[in-house]
């Protein structure tokens, strides 16, 4: 079976791929700063008792560390080879990811993002490592037009963040185009991942002021912060509130598997695709959504736009579909219901 090195892989994106890797009996080395994150969470997913008939810990890896550290990288792919289970893939989630504070830290979004990832891939082709899933994200997209992106949208991004993004796909398309014969390549652009394994075993639960709509609106729920800001209620949609595209984290994280195994069954290739669910529901649809499902009342206020927001951004998913067949099955209740049960069993 494959050994799959998550950078990243205790966030809330990665922590959902640990848990498909491990039901699909992969060997899993992981490899994470714990910045933006805790190592608590391989313990609570070890727990889990559906994992248990699949959870090996003799298949598994933890190392507290940054990807700009290219010894430490170096080192543990080197002890993979030595011990002959060479890192076979790559996923990719490790990065600073808060558009509103990459405004103000450019430098830094730079440095960890883009830096780190020419480190790794350095490594990755030092030990004849090809394969490679990159978590990228929606807003590389341009932002002009009808806020309805495929994966041949222009790339135009608005701010630090999706510069770093969109650099990083550069990188890799200069990659596979100097060795076309060895790289297989996705770039996964999500949309806006929210929700939690249903066994609330894992959350959401960013350090600091949260900078995504999901975690400040469960952070209101739990009495944290005094009420949710929408920016805007005037925008050109039917309740005035901006439009996007929630997709539940564990289809993301299924959808991760599936490129996976499309690549290694393919011939080299760059794979661009789009991560949504191809339904666009309104910032006032996710709390009235919210409420329902919880019953619990989310108190908000709307302010002002924000520089840089567009009226709605949804995601065309039907090559994800054609491609690899992946479907997402979560309705934005699931998505409600999961998110709320995880921040109540982690607080």
């Keep these: 079976m494959k050994n799959i090195l998550l950078t990243g892989g205790t966030g809330f994106i990665g922590s959902h791929i640990f848990i498909q890797l491990i039901k ?17 969470v391989i313990k609570r997913i070890s727990d889990m008792s559906e994992l248990t008939p699949f959870f090996d810990i003799k298949k598994f890896k933890f190392y507290k560390g940054d990807i700009r550290n290219e010894i430490l990288l170096n080192d543990i792919f080197l002890s993979a080879k030595e011990q002959n289970n060479e890192i076979d893939a790559v996923i990719h989630l490790a990065g600073l990811k808060a558009v509103r504070e990459s405004k103000i830290k450019p430098l830094e979004y730079w440095e960890s993002n883009v830096s780190g990832s020419i480190i790794l891939f350095k490594v990755m082709q030092k030990f004849n490592c090809y394969n490679f899933i990159f978590s990228s994200s929606a807003t590389i997209y341009s932002s002009d037009g009808t806020g309805f992106f495929d994966e041949d949208t222009i790339i135009k991004p608005i701010n630090p963040y999706g510069n770093t993004k969109a650099a990083i796909e550069q990188i890799l398309r200069d990659l596979f185009d100097s060795s076309p014969n060895l790289w297989r390549i996705a770039c996964l652009r999500y949309f806006n991942p929210i929700g939690a394994h249903p066994s609330g075993n894992v959350c959401e639960d960013p350090k600091g002021i949260p900078n995504n709509i999901f975690p400040v609106l469960l952070k209101v729920a739990s009495r944290e912060i005094d009420c949710l800001e929408v920016f805007g ?21 299924d959808g991760h598997i599936m490129v996976l195994k499309y690549l290694m069954k393919n011939p080299p290739k760059v794979l661009n695709l789009n991560l949504g669910t191809g339904v666009g529901k309104s910032v006032m649809e996710l709390i009235n959504t919210f409420e329902e499902v919880n019953q619990i009342k989310i108190n908000y206020v709307f ?28 309705k934005l209740a699931d998505m409600c219901k999961d998110g709320w049960r995880s921040k109540l069993n982690n607080q």
């Design 303 to 330: 302010s002002n736009r924000r520089e840089g927001d567009i009226p709605r951004s949804v995601a065309n998913i039907d090559l994800a579909k054609k491609l690899i067949g992946w479907d997402p099955k979560n």
């Design 233 to 253: 209620n005037d925008w050109e949609t039917p309740d005035g509130t901006g439009i996007r595209d929630y997709v539940h984290v564990l289809d993301i994280a």
């Design 24 to 40: 699909c009996g992969y060997y899993i080395t992981i490899i994470d700063s714990n910045i933006n994150s805790s190592e608590k």
